[in-house]
Each structure stands twice: as structure tokens, then as C-alpha cells.
């Protein structure tokens, strides 16, 4: 919903929060919330970054906590905001300011994690303060957000000032969290009781996934579009990776090692994306608005799985340059459990919108595991890394030719039996 001009006074005069049409057509994600996607990833490239960095040099343990912690805040930030935008943007001035301002928050975020991730590897204490003050400052302008859709909109009043009153209550306990110095177990403890807390506002708000009028195209295609940026990191990866294989600079020590880092990276981005892009999830949405919650949380384990695998590509790179503690073993299965977790929550999503599992899914799913487990063991026995890789960049392109072959068939097939119950 763009603002047209007015006779007087501003041109993006204030629009009425009243909540948009979700059979709106056409419905497209605005160049507001494009720029908003990539300051978020921004943080996700430092998560991985910083990921990568910290289990090279043998944390895994550790990495893997910091790593999921940060991508679990990053995640829910972005799903807050961008299932409230799907219901009430207006894109007038004021929400412009406002979304502003949460950008300014993702980038305070993003300046926090250095020192979460050196105090988690340290181990004496988990220094979140910077992360708190961001996420804060991120959650405030939503909640401004929320309070305009309750003086607006009459018919979600109620649901906006429950919004207002959780997500205020939740702020008060990540400061807490933040600032207040405890052992390291209470931390951890109040860490999974907030983060709980966090995807149970929108329950305790609201109820029933589809009591706001999100549009279901439009949230797919935001998600879809944070897949795409975020599988962006996937290419650093493997920029990153290969960099100092290629004889830094100057680019004069080609090998086959930093080949098969390229074609695996961009073999294995590709083929993420276009096992992505197989599934219809606006359709799914449409028909099975109540699984809203699914899908949205659903795709947390989705974000993380990909921001993972360009870390693990990252990994490789350095482990091919001598420059860290892992061995040829760990550092592909710090590639291959990422892809695994990734495909197998992608299926996950389509399957349970199905409402069935298709049995050729679980002979992809054989095969699939088939090829990572033999890069895993190749590389455990000796093997040069480059055919652990090549397998690992294999593994989508399972379900890609069975997709193409044939199960695009049945997966009309099932589409047109749930329009028909919808």
C-alpha cells in the first residue's frame, strides 16, 4: 500500500493503520523491506563469519552454542517484523521512520556479537550487553508499530495491545538477561526461557495463525527473498574459502582443491535454491492458513542450515590453507550437517502442508544421506577432500532430478486435492 500525494503538506502523508486485504493482488515485497532484509543479513554474515572463525580453531562446541543463540535472535526479529508488515504496512512516513529506527537496532545487533562470541569461546561469562541494547532497540519501534494498529484498527485492537504488552514483558527480561551478572547455567536457563517466550507472543496475542490479515503470497515471497539473500552467503563462503588457495591477489596457484571449492560452493548454492524454489509455499499458505505458525518458525531451522553452510564452506577454505585445529573429518561434517539439516527441513515444510509424505521423498532421502555419509567416510579414511566436496554438492541435485522427472506431477496432484478441501 504506497501513500499518493497530497494537495497539501507532505507527500507521503499518514495513512490509517486499518490492516491490508489479504486477497490483495499482486502483493509484492517493497524496496522498504528489501533494504531491511539486507541489513539483516548483514548480522547473519557476521554470525557465520565469526562461526567459522571460532570453530577452526577447534571450539566446535562453543561455536556451534554462540552461533545458534545469535541466529535464533536474528531469525525471530525478522519474523516479527515481517509478518506485522504483511498485516498493517502502510509505507507512509511514519512507518518509515519507525522501520528505521529497528534498522538501527539490527545494526547495534550486529556490532554485539563479536564480543558474545569471545565470551562464550573464553567461557568465563556470556557478554550479551550490546546484543540486548540492539534487540531492544529493534522490538521498541514494533511495539510503536503495534500501538498505531490499536488506535487504527478497531477489529485488532485487542490483539495489537496484547502484542504491545508481551513483547514488553520479554524486552524487560532479555535486559535482565543482558546486564545482570549470574553463573553461566542461570544464564542458559533463562536464555531458553526467553527464547520460548519470544515465539509464544504471537500465541498469547493473538491465538490462531490467522488472526491478522497477513497476505500468504507476500510472506512467502519475504521469506523466499531472505533465502536468496541469505544463500548470498553461501557465494562469501566460498569467496572466502577459496581466496587464499587461488594464491591470494594475485590469483597464480591454481589447484585442484581450490577448484573443487568453487564448483562445490556454487554447485551447492545453486542447487539449495533450486530445491527452494520447487516448493510452492504461497499456494501452501492459501489453502492452510492455520499452519502459519509452522511455516514461519518452521523456516528458523531453514535460515540457519544455510547461513551454516557458507560458515562450513568458509571452513573448508581454511582448513585446505593450514589455518586451523580441525581435521580433514570435522571440517566436512561441519558442511554436510548443515546441507543435511537444510533439505531435510525444507521437506519437512512440504510434506507437512501436504499432509502426507510422498514415498518417493523418503528413497531421496536415502540416496541424499547415502552421498554425505560417503563424503564423511571418504574424508575419514583419506580420501582428497575434493570428492568429499563434490559429493556434498551433489546431494541437493537428488531431489532436483527427481523433481524434474517425474514428482512435480504429484506434487500437482496433491495441490489440486488440497485446493479442492480448502
Known amino acids: 500500500m504506497t501513500s499518493t500525494p497530497s494537495p497539501s503538506g507532505f507527500r507521503r502523508r499518514l495513512t490509517p493503520m486499518r490492516g491490508r486485504d489479504p486477497r490483495e493482488g499482486e502483493r509484492a515485497s517493497t524496496p522498504l523491506e528489501l533494504l531491511f532484509d539486507l541489513i539483516f543479513v548483514v548480522a547473519v554474515g557476521t554470525s557465520a563469519s565469526r562461526f567459522a572463525e571460532m570453530t577452526a580453531e577447534g571450539h566446535i562446541g562453543k ?3 554462540a552461533f545458534l543463540f545469535a541466529m535464533f535472535a536474528i531469525c525471530v526479529a525478522w519474523i516479527s517484523f515481517t509478518w506485522f508488515a504483511s498485516s498493517f504496512d502502510t509505507d507512509d512516513w511514519l512507518y518509515r521512520i519507525l522501520t528505521m529506527l529497528t534498522m ?5 545487533f550486529a556490532l554485539g556479537l563479536a564480543p558474545m562470541f569471545h565470551s562464550i569461546d573464553e567461557g568465563h561469562h556470556v557478554d550479551t550487553r550490546l546484543m540486548v541494547i540492539g534487540y531492544v532497540v529493534m522490538r521498541i519501534p514494533l511495539a510503536a508499530q503495534w500501538w498505531r494498529a490499536s488506535r487504527q484498527s478497531p477489529d485488532y485492537r485487542l490483539v495489537a495491545l496484547r502484542n504491545i ?6 524486552q524487560a527480561g532479555w535486559v535482565v538477561f543482558g546486564f545482570v ?7 542458559a536457563v533463562i536464555g531458553v526461557c526467553l527464547g520460548a517466550a519470544e515465539l509464544l507472543i504471537p500465541v498469547l496475542a493473538q491465538g490462531g495463525a490467522n488472526a491478522t490479515p497477513w497476505h500468504p503470497d507476500h510472506i512467502a515471497e519475504r521469506y523466499s527473498l531472505l533465502a536468496i539473500i541469505t544463500l548470498g552467503e553461501g557465494i562469501v563462503g566460498t569467496i572466502g574459502s577459496s581466496q587464499g588457495l587461488l594464491g591470494g591477489e594475485a590469483g597464480d596457484n591454481w589447484s585442484w582443491n581450490a577448484v573443487a571449492v568453487v564448483i562445490a560452493g556454487i554447485g551447492l548454492t545453486f542447487g539449495m535454491w533450486w530445491v527452494y524454489f520447487m516448493m510452492p509455499f504461497g499456494t501452501f499458505l492459501k489453502h492452510r492458513p492455520t499452519y502459519g505458525y509452522f511455516f514461519g518458525y518452521g523456516h528458523i531451522l531453514v535460515f540457519v542450515a544455510i547461513a551454516a553452510v ?3 564452506l568458509h571452513i573448508l577454505g581454511l582448513f585446505l590453507e593450514g589455518d586451523t585445529h580441525l581435521g580433514e573429518t570435522a571440517a566436512v561434517v561441519l558442511l554436510t550437517v548443515p546441507v543435511a539439516i537444510y533439505l531435510a527441513g525444507v521437506y519437512a515444510l512440504h510434506d507437512a502442508f501436504i499432509g502426507r509424505v510422498d514415498p518417493l521423498h523418503l528413497i531421496n532421502a536415502g540416496v541424499t544421506a547415502a552421498l554425505l555419509v560417503a563424503a564423511i567416510v571418504l574424508a575419514a579414511v583419506g580420501a582428497p577432500i575434493s570428492i568429499s566436496l563434490l559429493l556434498t554438492m551433489a546431494a541437493p541435485f537428488v531431489t ?3 523433481y524434474e522427472a517425474g514428482a512435480h506431477r504429484w506434487q500437482a496432484e496433491q495441490l489440486e486435492r488440497l485446493a ?3
Open 63 to 65: 561455536g556451534v552454542l
Open 104 to 108: 538501527v537496532g539490527v545494526v547495534v
Open 165 to 170: 504488552r508481551w513483547m514488553l514483558i520479554v
Open 181 to 187: 551478572p549470574m553463573p553461566l547455567v542461570v544464564t
Open 310 to 312: 557458507g560458515a562450513g
Open 400 to 402: 532436483i532430478v527427481a
Open 420 to 422: 479442492a478441501g480448502s
